[in-house]
């Protein structure tokens, strides 16, 4: 793929991230029109709904007693993620994506497609960093029941989500200053988590199939299928991050060298990023379809009649 050559602004931006072809004005035919003007609208109606949603995510968390433990905290702390996204990351692209509708060059609007980018890489990390650290705290509960609250403590959960962010950024502030150091870094962030998802996936299915028989009692076998309830619904949030995730990485390291027109990887670069974006979306749908317990408390926050008793 023969990328065109950027302004010099753009240039030293570009040298730190990934290598893209430079908009013009000549590519704004009738079907990139179509394609931008489409992505536009799907992320003007995605943006103040992630807001809204994840919101109420936030509120139920604080507001409802019987959402007040350490997973569904962890879950608001997700949430706030999402909020920025749906805030700040959604909002700069969708300016891109309206700045190459005008036909504008991208020598006069080159730092938003850098933004965009580097918020939506910033805030992917961040939730990567908090399923993994869901996924610990599932472990735990599962593995040891009884020592649970002298592990997981609350002083310990602020501790490991600040260390997580401080990671983050530290690997993002290193990426513009130490090339070496940074993609280090960058890989740890990325690969340390995903090892922690797999290992605790696979080890809190196995530990839920060896303590399900050792269940005697109807109120601890209660207790037990709420842990795995809980479990399932993290891992249907893991399995759609990946499943909004993975295209991206895929279409840069598999199909983007087999692209000669840079009006085509534009396009399809702005539908990745869309889906990328729009996953920040889909975890309160998730819990609302998986809990009774959150549409309780999103109903009594919407001041909708709630007849139904939470699971």
Known sequence: MNFSSHSPICSQLASSAVSVPEWRPNFLNSEMSVALISLTIVNLLVSPLTIFLNVLVILAVKTAPQLRDKYNVLLACMAGTDIMTGALAQPVFIAEL???????????????????????????????????????????????????????????????????????????FFRFKVVLFSHFLIMFVIYLPILVLIFCRIASY???????????????????????????????VIGLVFLFYVPMP??????????????????????????????????????????????????????????????
């Open 98 to 172: 309206i700045y190459r509708l005008t036909g504008s060059p991208e020598s006069e609007f080159c730092i938003i497609p850098h933004a965009t980018r580097v918020l939506t890489g910033t805030f992917g990390l961040i939730s990567l960093q908090h399923l993994a650290l869901i996924s610990m705290e599932r472990y735990i509960s599962i593995k040891f029941p009884f020592k649970y609250r002298d592990i997981v403590t609350k002083r310990r959960l602020i501790v490991c989500d600040v260390l997580a962010l401080l990671l983050v950024f530290t690997a993002l």
């Open 206 to 236: 196995h530990e839920a199939r060896k303590r399900i028989r050792n269940i005697t009692t109807q109120s601890a076998r209660a207790k037990f299928f709420k842990q795995k309830k809980a479990l399932k619904t993290t891992s249907f």
């Open 250 to 311: 895929l279409f840069r390291a598999v199909f983007a060298p087999l692209i000669s027109s840079p009006e085509t990887y534009l396009a399809l670069e702005a539908c990745m990023i869309t889906l990328v974006l729009c996953n920040s979306v889909s975890s309160p749908v998730v819990y609302c379809a998986r809990s009774a317990q959150y549409r309780q408390a999103f109903r009594k926050l919407l001041h909708i009649a709630n007849n139904v008793q939470p699971l």
